[in-house]
């Protein structure tokens, strides 16, 4: 039992640590707390593009991570089904402090009509991943709500614990600084303790333009990843941002 809880847990610890608006990925959705973000007016002909998965399929093939490896675009059934699990993480979690819930929410829930597309590649040597979310809505309004809604439980979320039948994750958040060409942006370096003990870092790194999210994730050990690999994750979104 507690050999399948605990990846569980990492897993709806996840749904917390990255960041984007509501559904950019299974379970990697919201601002995330302790980010820094800005906001600035979106203009009109992005606020009112659409796109289909195809079209976000389509940007995030197009990307390349700091290696110059082109991403492995996740099938949309897994996208799916990683949004499915993390709703059904969220019925027995528990989640302190309790206004952290609100970000849960947030990210397990995809608006109607909405699209998205995400991709992936690893470092073997250094045993780091880096994933992608491009995440579309019809209503730019529905995107800056769900950010700001996230963005609200910011100071009671720096530091929060999900727990599992048992099992806890602790994560800490600090705000980074980026310079992501987006209406709003935000980034964090998290530092998630595991059940086990383990510590695993995260840099998570969003940008909002128009009707159109686009957000990148690094993960792995403490000495892997660290506030210093913002750069390559900005440029990542901004390559999504432009691409649309």
Same mark, same amino acid.
């Not at 952290?100 to 109607?112: G, H």
């Not at 998290?190 to 128009?210: D, F, H, S």
């Not at 050990?221 to 432009?242: D, H, Y």
């Given at each position: 039992?507690?050999?399948?809880?605990?990846?569980?847990?990492?897993?709806?610890?996840?749904?917390?640590?990255?960041?984007?608006?509501?559904?950019?990925?299974?379970?990697?959705? +919201?601002?995330? @707390?302790?980010?820094?973000?800005?906001? *600035?007016? !979106?203009?009109? #002909? &992005?606020? =009112? /593009?659409?796109?289909?998965?195809?079209?976000?399929?389509?940007?995030?093939?197009?990307?390349?991570?700091?290696?110059?490896?082109?991403?492995?675009?996740?099938?949309?059934?897994?996208?799916?089904?990683?949004?499915?699990?993390?709703?059904?993480?969220?019925?027995?979690?528990?989640?302190?402090?309790?206004?952290?819930?609100?970000?849960?929410?947030?990210? +397990?829930?995809? @608006?109607?009509?909405?699209?998205?597309? *995400?991709? !992936?590649?690893? #470092? &073997?040597? =250094? /045993?780091?991943?880096?994933?992608?979310?491009?995440?579309?809505?019809?209503?730019?309004?529905?995107?800056?709500?769900?950010?700001?809604?996230?963005?609200?439980?910011?100071?009671?979320?720096?530091?929060?614990?999900?727990?599992?039948?048992?099992?806890?994750?602790?994560?800490?958040?600090?705000?980074?600084?980026?310079?992501?060409?987006?209406?709003?942006?935000?980034?964090?370096?998290?530092?998630?303790?595991?059940?086990?003990?383990?510590?695993? #870092?995260?840099?998570?790194?969003?940008?909002?333009?128009?009707?159109?999210?686009?957000?990148?994730?690094?993960?792995?050990?403490?000495?892997?990843?660290?506030?210093?690999?913002?750069?390559?994750?900005?440029?990542?979104?901004?390559?999504?941002?432009?691409?649309?």
């Amino acid at each position: 039992m507690h050999r399948r809880i605990a990846p569980a847990a990492l897993t709806l610890a996840a749904v917390f640590a990255a960041t984007g608006c509501g559904g950019a990925a299974p379970g990697d959705s +919201s601002t995330q @707390p302790g980010t820094n973000a800005s906001s *600035a007016p !979106a203009t009109t #002909a &992005a606020a =009112a /593009k659409a796109y289909s998965n195809e079209d976000l399929t389509s940007i995030v093939s197009g990307l390349k991570d700091a290696q110059g490896q082109s991403l492995t675009v996740v099938p949309a059934a897994q996208i799916d089904q990683g949004l499915i699990a993390a709703r059904e993480l969220l019925k027995t979690a528990v989640i302190t402090p309790k206004a952290c819930a609100v970000l849960a929410d947030n990210n +397990s829930q995809v @608006p109607e009509g909405s699209t998205y597309a *995400a991709g !992936a590649s690893l #470092a &073997a040597k =250094a /045993k780091t991943a880096t994933i992608v979310t491009v995440f579309a809505v019809k209503d730019p309004a529905v995107m800056a709500e769900q950010f700001d809604k996230s963005d609200g439980a910011v100071d009671n979320c720096s530091t929060f614990t999900v727990e599992l039948e048992g099992q806890k994750i602790t994560s800490e958040m600090k705000p980074i600084e980026t310079d992501v060409q987006a209406d709003r942006s935000l980034g964090a370096l998290t530092v998630q303790t595991l059940p086990t003990g383990q510590k695993q #870092a995260m840099v998570t790194v969003t940008g909002v333009k128009g009707t159109l999210a686009a957000t990148a994730i690094k993960r792995g050990a403490v000495n892997a990843v660290t506030a210093a690999s913002a750069p390559e994750l900005v440029q990542l979104v901004n390559a999504a941002l432009a691409a649309g």
